[in-house]
Nanobody, 123 residues
Framework: VQLVESGGGSVQAGGSLRLSCEAS????????IGWFRQASGGKREGVSS????????HYGDSVKGRFTISADNAYDTVYLQMDSLKSEDTAVYYC?????????????????WGQGTQVTVSA
């Protein structure tokens, strides 16, 4: 099982970034794919998730209305479009996969993790 994130970088507040998570080595359509983030010295926070079977999505309160998760099942890839970025969005962002179709945003429900990609938002 492999999850590879890309698309991180540095941006000014108010800007946008799109993260990608490419999955391989498992039956992608049976999983929930989630995005999590962890700021330096902080706890891992659930950002968003999508159930690839029916497209059901969930968002953390801090990103609702600003971030959008989507999936391209033809390419086993999940995207996180991040708009109106704030300095508090600065963190390492991780992609994760859960074998339970009922998983939402609890990090302990996710079985596989990517290596993370840094997002830095400057004020």
């Amino acid at each position: 099982v492999q999850l590879v994130e890309s698309g991180g970088g540095s941006v000014q507040a108010g800007g946008s970034l799109r993260l990608s998570c490419e999955a391989s080595g498992f039956t992608y359509s049976d999983y929930v794919i989630g995005w999590f983030r962890q700021a330096s010295g902080g706890k891992r926070e659930g950002v968003s998730s999508i159930r690839t079977t029916d497209g059901a999505t969930h968002y953390g309160d801090s990103v609702k209305g600003r971030f959008t998760i989507s999936a391209d099942n033809a390419y086993d890839t999940v995207y996180l479009q991040m708009d109106s970025l704030k300095s508090e969005d600065t963190a390492v962002y991780y992609c994760a996969a859960s074998r339970s179709r009922f998983s939402v945003l609890a990090y302990y429900e996710f079985d596989y993790w990517g290596q993370g990609t840094q997002v830095t938002v400057s004020a």
